[in-house]
């Protein structure tokens, strides 16, 4: 059974960049798309981006001047990085899988599998 | 693409039928997803591609909809049911999430 492990500092300070890792177990990561979703405190989940293990990726506007989202198959993870901080940051974030749901002859996809989140917290 | 889902609050009592609904600001097709989150979990899915229900999740939990309207029922509540239900739109990037629909026990 496919599990999703994210791992990484709890506290950043302001301007600085947030670092996490999500351990894929029980699966390969080379297949599927995977991605960073966020949840601040007492707030709605928002999509952070996705990548693929081809190295292909997709960021949220929003966010897509400081993110960047890399895979290493060797280790089976894939990370997150978001330059720049402030405290709009502090949040859960999740990693999950995408996984493409066979429908009417063609895919759809939803997020299948989630990690446990980890919590961040951007302070000085 | 933005989902709001209403209401934002809902106060049911166990056996109770509920309905939760999601507009999208644009037509997004059957490609919508709902998630039910615990406090400190994970959101787990129910159900994709608007109306079908992701394996082990109880019949009780049905979606329907398709283009701007959206509808998640509980046919009759059970404890373990309440929770924060969120939609989600994978019809086009950025992938966007509803605000979040928080079932309380009345």
């Known amino acids: 059974q496919v599990q999703l492990q994210e791992s990484g500092p709890g506290l950043v300070k302001p301007s600085e960049t947030l670092s996490l890792t999500c351990t894929v177990s029980?699966?390969?990561?080379?297949?599927?798309?995977w991605s960073w979703v966020r949840q601040p405190p007492g707030k709605g989940l928002e999509w952070i981006g996705y990548?693929?293990?081809?190295?292909?990726?997709n960021y949220n506007p929003s966010l897509k001047s400081r993110v960047t989202i890399s895979v290493d198959t060797s280790k089976n993870q894939f990370s997150l990085k978001l330059s720049s901080v402030t405290a709009a940051d502090t949040a859960v974030y999740y990693c999950?899988?995408?996984?493409?749901?066979?429908?009417?002859?063609?895919?759809?996809?939803?997020?299948?599998?989630w990690g446990q989140g980890t919590m961040v917290t951007v302070s000085s | 693409i933005q989902l709001t889902q209403s209401p934002s609050f809902l106060s049911a009592s166990v056996g109770d039928r509920v309905t939760i609904t999601c507009r999208a600001s644009q037509d997004i097709s059957n490609y919508l997803a709902w998630y039910q989150q615990k406090p400190g979990k994970a959101p787990k899915l129910l159900i994709y591609v608007a109306s079908t229900l992701q394996s082990g999740v109880p019949s009780r939990f049905s979606g329907s909809g398709s283009g701007t309207e959206f509808t998640l029922t509980i046919s009759s509540l059970q404890a373990e049911d309440f929770a924060t239900y969120s939609c989600q739109q994978l019809n086009s990037y950025p992938y966007t999430f509803g605000q979040g629909t928080k079932l309380e026990i009345k």
């Open positions: 990548i693929h293990y081809s190295g292909s990726t």
């Open positions: 999950a899988r995408h996984y493409p749901f066979p429908y009417s002859g063609s895919y759809y996809d939803a997020f299948d599998i």
């Open positions: 029980g699966g390969s990561i080379s297949t599927y798309y």
